[in-house]
């Protein structure tokens, strides 16, 4: 069977794709539209040709590639670019064109250790973008927030009372849509009875909000992509890795600085309200810290274990139980 690879590199307007085979390296521009892309790939349909895509993970600029690739027998790759840029080795030269070509020659040669991407549900999609809209709200509001006190810098040009208040006006409406997209996505998920069981299982773990329910179920897809503890806490950054070589280098083991940033501060928040509840984590918290333990180390391990109790109680169908005892174990 004759076996094509696309790579395609990703921009808001353009796609730029490199279409390798046994022969050659063929090179083409459309527009990122959703009509465009139908009819560049319908040529492609051949039950005697394999096809493969590759192309990095870019956000909202992907989505008109996925609404028409879930359509299409094709197996479809979506790429870390941190993955992409680290396995390139030493490079010089960037382009549209050279990228795509990376992003092709990337595909082919590690095929077999990419996941295969499967099209996300309608309600998933939804449950994405509105989460990934509160979080571009939130980033704006905290950046108007700190303008805030730069007004007290301008006192003697009589103009920090008018930008105050115009600042404070702008606070107001971002709290409106983001308490609006927020009800959005409460709602979308109440819609979904496994989704939601999930929702409230999640939540029943001392310290775990609504915010970090949301963003594990939106992060694992209801937890389908992701369905390992493990694996989430190192997506996380919060299961520390040795640091050694040889018998001269040798450090503690730390955490990883390649983690999903914004999960790891929810989980942070998180185990700071876990720490404060009467409950075991507590009591564990407290106890580690008379031990003489580092505050930080031991609060990554509540991190890690709230990840770990979250993905235990999924597995289970069934909510936390603070005094939970194990019937197997007892008898």
Known sequence: MKK?????????????????????????KIKNEITEIKK?????????????????????YNWNLYEVLQNFNFKVYVVNPLHL??????????????????????TNKHQQELTLWKPSSETM??????????N??????????????????????KLDKQ????????????????????????DLIDSNQE????????????????VL?????????????????RKMACYAGVVPFDNQSGTSIKHKPRVSYYADKSLKSILHLAAMSAIRLNNDLRTYYKRKIEEGKNKMLVLNAVRNKIIHRIFAIIKSGKSYEKNYKNNLILS
């Open 4 to 28: 094509i690879t696309f790579g395609i590199d990703i921009s808001s307007k353009t796609l730029d794709i490199c279409k390798k085979d046994d022969e050659n390296n063929e090179f083409f």
């Open 40 to 60: 560049f790939f319908r040529k492609y349909i051949n039950k005697e040709t394999e096809v493969v895509i590759g192309m990095e993970n870019t956000g909202r």
């Open 85 to 106: 840029k680290r396995s390139l080795g030493l490079v010089r030269g960037k382009s549209d064109k050279i990228d795509s070509e990376r992003i092709a020659w990337f």
């Open 125 to 134: 999609k939804k449950i994405k973008v509105l989460f990934s809209e509160r």
């Open 136 to 157: 571009s709200k939130i980033k704006l509001k905290a950046s108007l927030l700190k303008q805030q006190h730069n007004y007290l810098n301008i006192k003697l040009l």
């Open 163 to 186: 930008l105050l208040k115009l600042n404070q006006q702008e606070v107001s409406l971002l709290e409106k849509h983001i308490n609006l997209l927020e009800k959005q996505l409460e």
């Open 195 to 210: 989704l939601r069981m999930q929702k409230e299982n999640i939540q029943s773990i001392p310290g775990v909000g609504k």
């Open 213 to 229: 329910s949301w963003m594990m179920i939106a992060k694992t897809e209801g937890f389908t992509t992701i369905n390992q503890a």
